[in-house]
Nanobody
Framework: QVELVESGGGSVQVGGSLRLSCVVPEYTDSSYCMGWFRQAPGTEREGVAA????????LYADSVKGRFTVSQDKIKSLVYLEMNSMKPEDTAMYYCAAERSDFVHHPLSKDEYSYWGQGTQVTVSS
């Protein structure tokens, strides 16, 4: 079992920035595909970014490309989601997810991930 813990959510104004963190246990013992997802009330959970921890390869949803950056700190066993130029439509509960694998077919699909954090709320106000 992999327990993930997110932190860093909060409220920010339009155009502002936030950085989310996700603690990944046993980080150095395994290669993961790490995903960041978000879910607003009444909507499906959508993938916004994913990172392969072994290769450091990252990919993004079109809606956040150029604004969000996913990165890792292997020493601290952390994966980050840096969010800049934030918009009201970024408001959602944000989740990190992990799949112990070097490759998944659809890294932005929630169906690819076995482990999830509890979520952290992000609110962007105008």
């Amino acid at each position: 079992q992999v327990e993930l813990v997110e932190s860093g959510g909060g409220s920010v104004q339009v155009g502002g920035s936030l950085r989310l963190s996700c603690v990944v246990p046993e980080y150095t013992d395994s290669s993961y595909c790490m995903g960041w997802f978000r879910q607003a009330p009444g909507t499906e959970r959508e993938g916004v970014a994913a990172l392969y921890t072994g290769s450091d390869f990252a990919l993004y949803a079109d809606s956040v490309k150029g604004r969000f950056t996913v990165s890792q700190d292997k020493i601290k066993s952390l994966v980050y989601l840096e969010m800049n130029s934030m918009k009201p439509e970024d408001t959602a509960m944000y989740y990190c997810a992990a799949e112990r694998s070097d490759f998944v077919h659809h890294p932005l699909s929630k169906d690819e991930y076995s482990y999830w954090g509890q979520g952290t709320q992000v609110t962007v106000s105008s």
